[in-house]
C-alpha cells in the first residue's frame, strides 16, 4: 500500500518534476565506499555474533535441563518435579529477556547501531543537501529502492560528487 501510494504521489509529481532539475544517489555504493561504515558495521557483526553464542550457550543449558529433566521426571517426586519444572521455566524466561536485551528493538545491539551508524548517516545525508542546493536539484532519490525506479540514466547519479563531498576518492 505505501508503495502504492509513493508511485501515484510520484506520477502526480511528475508534471511539476519536469521543470525541475532532480537526481539520485546510490546510498549502498555510498555506504560501501565510506570506511567508517564498513568498520562500524564489522564491529556490529563481532557484537552480534557474541550476543548470539551466548543466546545459544544459554539455550543449550536449558535443552540439557529439559532433557535431563524428562530422563528422571517419573522417578521425582512431585515436590521436587515442581522445583525441577520451575526452573526450567525462570530460566527460560531469562533466556528470552536476554535475547531482548540483546536484540529487542531498544536492546543493546540496536542502541551501539544508533551510536555508530547514525553519525555516519547524517554525514552523507548533509552532504547529499549540499549538492542538491549547489546543484540545484529540487529533488534526490535514493536509488537503492529499485522498486520504484523501471529505469536510472548514469547522467543523473551524484553518488560520486556526494563521495566527494565527504573526502572520499571513489
Do not use: C
Not at 42 to 52: G, I, M, P, T, V
Not at 92 to 100: G, H, I
Not at 126 to 141: C, E, L, M, N, T
Amino acid at each position: 500500500m505505501k508503495k502504492i501510494f509513493f508511485i501515484i504521489f510520484f506520477l502526480a509529481a511528475t508534471g511539476s518534476l519536469m521543470a525541475q532539475n532532480y537526481a539520485y544517489v546510490d546510498m549502498e555504493y555510498i555506504f560501501s565506499k565510506i570506511p567508517a561504515y564498513k568498520n562500524a558495521q564489522k564491529q556490529l557483526e563481532q557484537l552480534s555474533a557474541q550476543y548470539q553464542k551466548e543466546m545459544e550457550n544459554k539455550h543449550s543449558v536449558i535443552a540439557n535441563m529439559y532433557s535431563d529433566y524428562q530422563k528422571q521426571s517419573s522417578g521425582l517426586s512431585s515436590a521436587v518435579r515442581k522445583q525441577e519444572e520451575d526452573a526450567i521455566i525462570s530460566s527460560e524466561k531469562e533466556y528470552k529477556a536476554l535475547q531482548n536485551k540483546y536484540f529487542g528493538p531498544d536492546g543493546l545491539l540496536s542502541q551501539k547501531r544508533e551510536l555508530l551508524i547514525k553519525p555516519i548517516q547524517e554525514s552523507v545525508n548533509k552532504s547529499i543537501q549540499s549538492v542538491a542546493v549547489q546543484k540545484g536539484y529540487a529533488v534526490i532519490f535514493n536509488k537503492t529502492d529499485e522498486s520504484v525506479f523501471v529505469y536510472t540514466n548514469p547522467a543523473y547519479d551524484v553518488s560520486n560528487i556526494v563521495l566527494g563531498r565527504l573526502g572520499i576518492n571513489n
